[in-house]
């Protein structure tokens, strides 16, 4: 058992805190937001994230994990604290680090004993050097204190089983020990811990979701040109992926990577090249890929229907992709914005993210099912792969719709079959 503090409870501060107290720890988290913070002391969590709520009651009802906006008190006794705030974007791309010097800050004022702080937001490289400078600067004297990076990789909708079950532990500290004592808190988890350097580890994130991002406009510009030529992505994703060295993983076409991670840091890291005085060319095409893959989506929609004025479209998922309620960079957005400005009526609906839709789309109306989407519009656009669009009853739907027409931007149903239901379909690179 270790006393633990982590300072922000978004999803990577909310999900850490509460599934190293789960595991027998005792959390302190630290969140400044009076709101967020009556939210979470009252049981609820502020975010929706499967499991996440159920372990939260737990660990509170054990008095396991507690909810402060106070440094003083979070930090007594604490050995290990986590730095998990938010890094935005800022106006010109490159991350805004505001919130991570307010919380070195706060952390160099109120530490009263030696303790290893833990950077875990995305955070450029360079940034743990400059956190260690701003703590430093503002500890009372005999106290010492090391800086280990321990970036995150967990998924929003499988945070939870990511945090149990990741396929490593990166570590990057200029004081080795530190690193292993992090590494050994993690120990239960039972994966690889990768021991490295504080600018390494910092790199690795940022490599790792740019690696990703680009697999994603890979497989996008493959559609592309699959559709031109004839060939099915899917299929040919399939078999890409069985070969060991490229993996089935992050192949999926469709309309584009969003969220709160990918545009954000290949943005930074691009960011980051250019300031240094590298050419990071192929992060500017991964970047414009994904903006053409939304504009694409919409051109097939004006090719059949003519012009995308008067008419009524109905849009089937909201959300950056399924489990969550995330609209941060949600290809949904630039998609809806573009028929819009066409002078298309759009009408949509998604299980969880209406809500925090409604405040980006308000002009959009709002459904309670997939079903009341398809009534009187003049076509049907998947753009979030949530479970329950994959067997709906296109029969009914059919019936509903204007125009059959059908967009897949998730590539969730079998086009033969659409066909043979009597759709106008179209997928995305088959
Ligand atoms: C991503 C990474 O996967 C995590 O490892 C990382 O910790 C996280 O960013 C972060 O930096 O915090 P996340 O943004 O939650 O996680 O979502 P992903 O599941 O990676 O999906 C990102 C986007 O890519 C979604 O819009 C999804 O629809 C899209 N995607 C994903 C595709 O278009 N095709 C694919 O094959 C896979």
């Not at 009802?61 to 705030?85: C, K, M, P």
């Not at 396929?167 to 590494?183: C, M, N, P, T, Y």
């Not at 309620?325 to 298309?344: C, F, H, P, Y």
Request: aromatic fraction near 8%.
């Amino acid at each position: 058992m270790q006393n633990i503090c982590v300072v922000g409870t978004g999803y990577v501060g909310l999900t850490t805190g509460v599934c190293f107290a789960d595991l027998g720890n005792r959390v302190t988290c630290i969140e400044i937001d009076i709101h967020k913070l009556d939210t979470l002391r009252s049981g609820r969590t502020p975010i929706y994230e499967p499991g996440l709520q159920e372990l939260l009651e737990r660990n509170l009802r054990a008095g396991r994990i507690v909810f402060t906006d106070d440094y003083v008190s979070a930090l007594v006794d604490t050995s290990f604290v986590f730095i998990t705030v938010g890094t935005p974007m800022s106006g010109n791309g490159a991350a805004d680090l505001s919130q991570v010097e307010a919380s070195a800050h706060s952390i160099g004022l109120n530490l009263t004993h030696d303790a290893i702080i833990i950077d875990k937001s995305t955070v450029p490289v360079g940034t743990g050097d400059m956190v260690n400078k701003i703590i430093a600067a503002n500890l009372r004297p005999n106290i010492s204190f090391s800086i280990v990076s321990n970036p995150e990789f967990l998924r929003e909708g499988s945070a939870i089983s990511d945090f149990f079950n990741p396929d490593r532990i990166v570590l990057g500290a200029d004081d080795r020990e530190a690193a292993q004592r992090v590494a050994d808190l993690h120990a239960p988890l039972g994966a690889e811990a990768i021991i490295t350097d504080l600018r390494t580890a910092e790199m690795i994130k940022y490599a790792s979701n740019a690696f990703l991002a680009t697999r994603i406009s890979f497989i996008n510009e493959i559609a592309q040109i699959c559709e031109k030529l004839g060939a099915d992505v899917k299929e040919v994703a399939r078999g890409m992926g069985a070969d060991r060295r490229i993996g089935p993983h992050f192949l999926d076409a469709g309309v584009g990577y969003g969220g709160s991670c990918f545009p954000k840091d290949v943005l930074a890291l691009y960011y980051m090249a250019a300031s240094a005085g590298c050419h990071p060319q192929l992060l500017q095409a991964v970047m414009d890929i994904n903006r053409d893959a939304r504009c694409r989506f919409v051109q097939k929609l004006r090719d059949i229907l003519g012009t995308l004025d008067g008419t009524l479209i109905g849009v089937l998922g909201l959300s950056f992709k399924p489990n969550t309620d995330d609209m941060r960079e949600a290809s949904s957005v630039a998609i809806i914005n573009e028929l819009q400005a066409e002078g298309a009526r759009v009408k949509a609906y998604d299980p969880v993210a209406m809500e925090a839709a409604s405040e980006i789309l308000p002009t959009v109306t709002y459904c309670a099912t997939a079903y009341d989407v398809a009534k009187e519009a003049d076509a049907l656009l998947v753009v979030t792969e949530w479970n329950e669009f994959k067997q709906l009853a296109f029969d009914k739907i059919k019936q509903y719709m204007r125009q059959p027409i059908v967009l897949d931007g998730r590539n969730i149903y079998d086009p033969m079959e659409m066909q043979a239901k009597g759709f106008t379909y179209r997928g995305v690179g088959r």
